[in-house]
Protein backbone atom coordinates (compact mmCIF):
# COMPACT_ATOMS: atom_id res chain seq x y z
CA UNK A 1 0.00 0.00 0.00
CA UNK A 2 1.42 3.34 -1.35
CA UNK A 3 1.22 5.85 2.27
CA UNK A 4 1.04 9.70 0.52
CA UNK A 5 4.24 11.59 1.39
CA UNK A 6 3.95 15.10 2.49
CA UNK A 7 6.74 17.82 2.01
CA UNK A 8 7.13 18.49 6.16
CA UNK A 9 8.68 21.53 7.16
CA UNK A 10 11.33 21.13 10.18
CA UNK A 11 10.29 22.07 13.39
CA UNK A 12 13.16 25.08 13.53
CA UNK A 13 12.31 26.52 10.22
CA UNK A 14 8.90 26.97 11.39
CA UNK A 15 9.59 28.47 14.42
CA UNK A 16 9.19 25.17 16.61
CA UNK A 17 13.09 24.26 17.32
CA UNK A 18 12.97 27.38 19.98
CA UNK A 19 9.69 25.38 21.85
CA UNK A 20 11.59 22.15 21.43
CA UNK A 21 15.13 23.58 23.13
CA UNK A 22 12.32 24.93 26.11
CA UNK A 23 10.95 21.92 26.97
CA UNK A 24 14.02 19.76 26.79
CA UNK A 25 15.70 22.22 29.20
CA UNK A 26 12.59 22.38 31.22
CA UNK A 27 12.48 18.66 31.52
CA UNK A 28 16.40 18.91 33.32
CA UNK A 29 15.11 21.79 35.89
CA UNK A 30 12.32 19.10 36.68
CA UNK A 31 14.91 16.71 37.52
CA UNK A 32 16.67 18.75 39.67
CA UNK A 33 13.32 19.85 41.24
CA UNK A 34 12.33 16.39 41.51
CA UNK A 35 15.51 15.43 42.86
CA UNK A 36 15.77 17.92 44.95
CA UNK A 37 18.96 18.93 43.66
CA UNK A 38 19.80 23.25 43.75
CA UNK A 39 20.57 24.84 40.64
CA UNK A 40 23.09 27.62 39.84
CA UNK A 41 20.16 29.34 37.93
CA UNK A 42 18.98 30.17 41.86
CA UNK A 43 22.24 30.15 43.27
CA UNK A 44 24.14 27.22 44.10
CA UNK A 45 22.69 26.41 47.58
CA UNK A 46 18.92 26.62 46.51
CA UNK A 47 16.50 23.87 45.66
CA UNK A 48 13.73 24.72 42.84
CA UNK A 49 10.15 24.04 43.91
CA UNK A 50 8.54 25.16 40.78
CA UNK A 51 9.09 25.22 36.79
CA UNK A 52 6.94 26.97 34.84
CA UNK A 53 6.78 27.22 31.02
CA UNK A 54 5.12 30.68 29.34
CA UNK A 55 4.55 31.73 32.86
CA UNK A 56 3.94 35.81 31.55
CA UNK A 57 1.70 35.84 34.50
CA UNK A 58 4.45 36.36 36.72
CA UNK A 59 7.21 37.67 34.27
CA UNK A 60 7.39 39.91 30.94
CA UNK A 61 10.46 36.85 30.61
CA UNK A 62 8.07 33.67 30.91
CA UNK A 63 9.60 30.96 28.67
CA UNK A 64 10.81 29.23 31.81
CA UNK A 65 10.38 30.35 35.56
CA UNK A 66 12.01 28.80 37.99
CA UNK A 67 11.38 29.66 42.03
CA UNK A 68 12.78 27.93 44.93
CA UNK A 69 13.29 29.17 48.31
CA UNK A 70 16.38 29.98 50.22
CA UNK A 71 17.44 29.01 53.62
CA UNK A 72 15.85 32.05 55.26
CA UNK A 73 12.75 30.99 53.77
CA UNK A 74 12.47 34.30 50.78
CA UNK A 75 11.81 33.23 47.28
CA UNK A 76 14.30 32.83 44.37
CA UNK A 77 13.27 33.27 41.04
CA UNK A 78 14.84 33.11 37.53
CA UNK A 79 13.36 34.09 34.63
CA UNK A 80 14.54 32.47 31.52
CA UNK A 81 14.11 33.53 27.74
CA UNK A 82 14.72 30.73 25.47
CA UNK A 83 16.13 31.51 22.13
CA UNK A 84 17.38 29.27 19.44
CA UNK A 85 19.98 31.34 17.41
CA UNK A 86 19.88 34.84 18.95
CA UNK A 87 22.27 37.98 17.40
CA UNK A 88 21.42 39.86 20.52
CA UNK A 89 22.89 42.89 18.63
CA UNK A 90 21.23 46.40 17.95
CA UNK A 91 21.08 45.05 14.58
CA UNK A 92 18.70 41.97 15.32
CA UNK A 93 14.71 43.38 15.49
CA UNK A 94 13.78 40.12 16.75
CA UNK A 95 15.62 40.30 19.90
CA UNK A 96 14.04 43.75 20.76
CA UNK A 97 11.18 42.48 22.79
CA UNK A 98 13.39 40.01 24.78
CA UNK A 99 15.87 42.66 25.93
CA UNK A 100 13.16 44.65 26.66
CA UNK A 101 11.71 42.18 28.89
CA UNK A 102 15.11 41.86 30.01
CA UNK A 103 15.18 45.32 30.89
CA UNK A 104 11.70 45.85 32.59
CA UNK A 105 12.67 42.70 35.08
CA UNK A 106 15.80 44.38 36.07
CA UNK A 107 14.60 48.07 36.46
CA UNK A 108 11.52 46.53 38.26
CA UNK A 109 13.42 43.99 40.76
CA UNK A 110 16.32 46.96 42.08
CA UNK A 111 18.90 45.89 39.44
CA UNK A 112 22.23 47.47 39.75
CA UNK A 113 25.23 48.48 37.68
CA UNK A 114 26.76 45.55 39.03
CA UNK A 115 23.61 43.25 39.26
CA UNK A 116 20.99 42.39 36.97
CA UNK A 117 18.46 42.32 39.45
CA UNK A 118 17.82 42.39 43.22
CA UNK A 119 18.74 39.41 46.20
CA UNK A 120 15.56 37.15 44.91
CA UNK A 121 16.04 37.59 41.26
CA UNK A 122 17.85 36.83 38.07
CA UNK A 123 17.13 36.85 34.86
CA UNK A 124 18.78 34.41 31.94
CA UNK A 125 19.00 34.24 28.50
CA UNK A 126 19.83 29.58 27.16
CA UNK A 127 20.51 29.84 23.78
CA UNK A 128 21.47 26.14 21.43
CA UNK A 129 24.92 27.13 22.29
CA UNK A 130 24.81 28.29 26.18
CA UNK A 131 22.80 29.10 29.20
CA UNK A 132 23.59 32.33 30.31
CA UNK A 133 22.14 34.15 33.90
CA UNK A 134 22.78 37.07 35.27
Known amino acids: ?46 VPHSVR ?3 SYISPIDDVVVEGRTRDDRVRRVSIGVRRDPDLTTSDEKSVPLVRSFLRVVTE ?20 RFPYCC
Not at 10 to 18: A, E, K, L, V
Open 53 to 55: LQA
Open 1 to 46: MDVPTTDASSPYSTGGGGVWLEHRYAATLVGALLTEDPISELGDDV
Open 109 to 128: HGGTADRCTGPDRAVGVLCR
